[in-house]
């Protein structure tokens, strides 16, 4: 294999392991479960996106013939991750799990919850 | 009855097939095609009406300029997880939005959702608010501003509504 | 060096899997629990993909792939059930 082709592999790989570990490091760190929604969210999808990348280079090259099909992975993660996110943050939302007390706008959350309008008044 | 009732998906069924046999032999073409036709046909009455994409070139500088964010915020927020957590300040903010359509809502969503420090968590049942989660909240307006300017006013171009 | 660098991403790989193990298991909340799974099914692809150029094999791109459809399908399905109490309406 050629270096400038190694060099790059390891360079993504490398790349995606520190994203994935960020991202989990965040995960177990963080303190409240709406903050924690973030870094899998975004740092795990980047560093999949990282590792797939090296992984499509090596096997093009093993294959002898451009081998794009680990885009398909990184494609549907990029349109699941959001949406995961958003049906685990309304589980959050709808079992009325508490923010930390530094959350600004709190206040909003029944709205969210019932999926009003911010401004409208809570009902009686 | 049209042949090719949803055009665009049937090309994206005829490239994903190929893609995930990794081949362009004679028998895989003939069995995409095969698919390319008979699934739309199957699916195309269980469909909701989706607006045109009326302007491709923009969509396609539009997934663009997403990617690009989508490495800046993603080198951000793995800056503000590793560092000090006591100064985070996260918070709730209410974005008005003035799509129409359940499509442009969905991509207004998952972009927000994969680039800056936000998740998208709800939209108001009159479709008239995005409700965010911020990891960093520092200036509330001026992300409200900029989501609005920077994702919401392209997708609004590209579908005309 | 490549494979220097697999083993090292390997590494990084579980540590990241210990850390949404550790997650799973404090939770607190439902949705916590839910969330360290759902790392968990990404961090699964990238080990097994790593594997995969370990061994200088494609095959294991399809096992890849199934994790990724399993791993959003059952996080949809299981918020949906702590949603609405059922799964199909």
Known sequence: ?124 | MKLFPMPFHSLLLFVVWLLLNNSISAGHIVLAVFFAITIPLIVTSMRDEHPRILKPWLAIRYVFMVMKDIVIANIEVALLIVGPIKKLKPGFVAVPINIDSELGITILASTVSLTPGTVSAEVSKDKAWLYIHALHLDNEEELVESIKSRYEAPIKEIFGC | MLNITITIVAACICIALILNLWRLLIGPSVSDRILALDTMYINAIALILLYGMHMGSALYFEAAVLIAMLGFVSTAALCKYLLRGDIIE
């Open chain 1, 1 to 124: 294999m050629p270096l400038y082709l190694e060099i790059i592999i390891c360079v993504s790989l490398l790349i995606g392991g520190v994203f994935l570990l960020i991202g989990s490091y965040g995960l177990a760190r963080l303190p409240d479960i709406y903050m924690r929604l973030h870094s899998p969210t975004k740092a795990s999808t980047l560093g999949i996106t990282g590792v797939l990348i090296a992984s499509m280079i090596l096997q093009s090259h093993l294959q002898g013939f451009l081998s794009i099909k680990e885009l398909l992975i990184t494609l549907f993660l990029l349109i699941t991750a959001p949406v995961a996110a958003n049906m685990i943050a309304k589980t959050a939302l709808h079992y009325r799990t508490k923010p930390i007390n530094e959350t600004q706008g709190d206040d909003l959350m029944e709205a969210i919850r019932d999926r009003k309008s911010p401004k409208q008044p809570p009902e009686a």
